[in-house]
């Protein structure tokens, strides 16, 4: 039998299109098209009807391709009236197409009507091609795509989800032999859930042996097309083949929550949750939303670059991508944000910076969409004046204001939130699976199973934690007035930064002072401010006047920063039970600590809160659920509120 698809597919090829791995991949997941996804892991995974009535169901792909599984699985969701609340599906793929290449694969091979609109749906909203973890949501976030680009061998030990069913896609030992390795198969047992299934069209003996040896059972049944034979299966050990059960929803009698603090962190965790249908109370001990540091007129977003792609770096990729897709998200539910247009340059310090990171931005491979150098004349151009030095363009980088976003999410939240102000919290007490918030005169102000500690400076006093070091970083802003300096075409960053508001005033920032409280502004802190403003952008020069700095206007906020300069996000640690058992803990890892439950934090962002925020509510709101996590367990990990127990532990000084 000849699969229709694969003369497009290869004519798709060979029109002017370079060969790659890549195609590899599109042959294969191509061959059968609709009726193989259908046939093979539908069919095989008993879909749809071990969907039916479940509140989530994941299932897990091992090759993405050109996405055929996913549409099929997605279709026939929407055709199913008993379907699940929420579905997850999660897949990865070493060599991604382009956008524009997907749209033509499409075109191409996919001629069902139904497919087409929801192929159509998955181009549009297809990611940049930067490595790690992209959430794509659909259905009003009832249908999630996880994608991840790299290498099955690495991003599958390193995702943190439990799969309902595996779509063992790509296995053909021939042509993919990194695909079935020992340690591919144990990387799925650790991944299954109970009865988890699996269909995979390959029915190869060293795959039989492998899914045996990792508590796997299969059996051979008709196959597909050319294949006469297809294995399928489900999860059934018989010995112990993981060291950690996979993530489980919290068991609550109410899905209820109190979230303390409405900063961007606390704002974002409100609109996460009350997406997931849970019902936020929501505490602040100011008269409003966003009047700390997320009260600040505007803040710049825009992804953190390294020479080595640090932790640093990878996070805030991801957090940059999930925001605007979250915040393109608001706007189209007719959410307001105030923003200004797309682009923000950074300027490197001097010819020597803005080489290596030139030779970085090409070794990594970014896409021109994500960043590109631009030389110091392109640079003058996009920012409308001279400039001191070349740099790199972020396009989809910016400005917002903060208060915008936050008063946005909270209004998505709608009926589902009780906003309370004025509250000061003092203290939490956990009984009978609630937690009991209180306030400094010691009534108790709320009740609910689960607690998000979201309070900046406050959150280890208020969650009682002796193993989270933070500092107070005081940051002053300089606001100069309409015509007071050349007007700029963009925001630009670098020793410091400078933001062309819509009303003409021009934003300067900020100051980084540590542990330093004042309130009150300062000359020096404004003179400081453009200085550093007037390295990069020469026509600044005029305004670093110290007879006029005292009269500037200007905002002085506090970021909270850990010793790490890493945020503190997602589920407490149980200190009190790890100091009892701190000799077993001494060799311990994350998954071994106990955690308490029902307790979590989104703290700690720095001056990163506007692209940490909405991927730190998903993770927290993702663990809450027990649904995949959206971004590595490793950078999970580096996140973890825990991680200062845990190397205290190591260290033998807990206890």
């Not at 300067?508 to 453009?530: C, I, M, P, V």
């Amino acid at each position: 039998m000849t699969d229709p698809l694969i003369p497009a597919v290869l004519a798709f090829r060979d029109n002017g299109t370079p060969f790659s791995p890549l195609y590899n991949d599109i042959y294969h997941s191509a061959v059968g098209g609709l009726e193989q996804a259908q046939y093979v892991f539908l069919r095989g995974n008993a879909l749809p009807d071990r969907w039916q009535g479940r509140r989530t169901f994941t299932v897990l792909e091992t090759g993405f391709g050109m996405g055929i599984n996913f549409l099929m699985t997605w279709a026939a969701w929407r055709a199913d009236p008993a379907r699940c609340e929420r579905l997850h599906f999660v897949s990865i793929e070493k060599h991604p197409f382009t956008q524009a290449d997907l749209r033509s694969v499409f075109q191409a091979t996919v001629s069902d009507p139904t497919i087409a609109a929801l192929a159509q749906t998955l181009a549009d909203a297809w990611p940049m091609l930067v490595p790690g973890t992209h959430r794509l949501e659909f259905e009003g976030g009832r249908v999630t795509l996880t994608l991840v680009f790299g290498d099955a061998a690495q991003s599958l030990p390193a995702l943190r989800l439990r799969a309902d069913a595996f779509y063992l896609d790509g296995f053909a030992p021939a042509k993919n032999p990194e695909l079935w390795t020992p340690a591919i198969f144990k990387a799925l047992a650790r991944l299954a859930g109970e009865g988890a299934t699996f269909a995979t069209y390959s029915s190869a003996g060293d795959i039989k042996r492998a899914l045996t040896q990792c508590g796997f059972e299969y059996r051979k049944v008709d196959g597909f097309g050319w294949k006469r034979a297809m294995l399928v299966g489900q999860f059934a050990p018989r010995w112990r083949v993981r060291r950690y059960e996979p993530p489980a929803p919290l068991a609550v009698d109410e899905r209820h929550a109190v979230v303390i603090g409405t900063g961007l962190a606390g704002c974002a965790v409100i609109e996460r949750l009350a997406a997931r249908g849970w019902r936020i109370t929501s505490l602040e001990r100011h008269a409003s939303v966003a009047q700390d540091a997320s009260g600040n007129p505007a803040g710049v977003f825009h992804p953190m670059l390294s020479r080595d792609d640090s932790v640093a770096s990878r996070v805030t990729r991801a957090g940059f991508l999930y925001a605007l897709g979250r915040w393109a998200a608001l706007e189209q539910q007719g959410h307001r944000l105030l923003r200004g247009g797309p682009g923000l340059l950074q300027i490197a310090a001097d010819d020597e910076e803005a080489r290596l990171m030139s030779e970085a931005i090409a070794a990594f491979g970014y896409p021109s969409d994500y960043v590109t150098p631009v030389s110091r004349t392109q640079a003058q151009r996009l920012a409308g004046m001279p400039l001191a030095h070349s740099g790199w363009l972020f396009p989809t980088g910016g400005w917002i204001d903060p208060a915008s976003l936050c008063a946005a999410q909270c209004a998505a939240a709608g009926t589902l939130l009780e906003r309370r102000f004025g509250v000061e919290v003092s203290r939490l007490e956990r009984s009978d699976n609630q937690w009991s918030v209180f306030d400094a005169a010691g009534q108790e102000v709320a009740r609910a199973p689960v607690v998000i500690v979201a309070s900046a400076h406050d959150a280890s006093r208020i969650a009682g934690l002796q193993h989270a070091p933070t500092r107070s970083i005081r940051g002053q802003l300089t606001l100069l007035s309409p015509g007071s300096v050349p007007t700029l075409q963009m925001a630009v960053i670098g020793e410091g930064y400078a933001v062309p508001l819509p009303d003409g005033v021009t934003l300067a920032g900020a100051t980084y002072e540590l542990d330093d409280l004042d309130t009150s502004l300062r000359a020096q802190g404004h003179l400081e401010n453009l200085e550093r403003v007037a390295q990069m952008l020469p026509a600044f020069g005029d305004a670093v006047d110290p007879a006029r700095a005292a009269t500037l206007a200007g905002r002085v906020a506090f970021r909270c920063v850990t010793s790490d300069r890493m945020p503190m996000i997602g589920q407490f640690a149980d200190e009190a039970a790890a100091t009892r058992d701190a000799q077993r803990l001494r060799g311990a890892w994350p998954l071994d600590l106990p955690r308490t439950d029902g307790l979590y934090g989104a703290f700690a962002y720095g001056s990163r809160g506007l692209v940490w925020a909405a991927l730190g509510a998903e993770l927290i709101a993702s663990q809450i659920e027990g649904e995949p996590w959206p971004l590595e367990r490793d950078l999970a990990e580096d996140l973890d509120p825990a991680r200062f127990l845990l190397r205290a532990l190591r260290q033998g000084t807990v206890g």
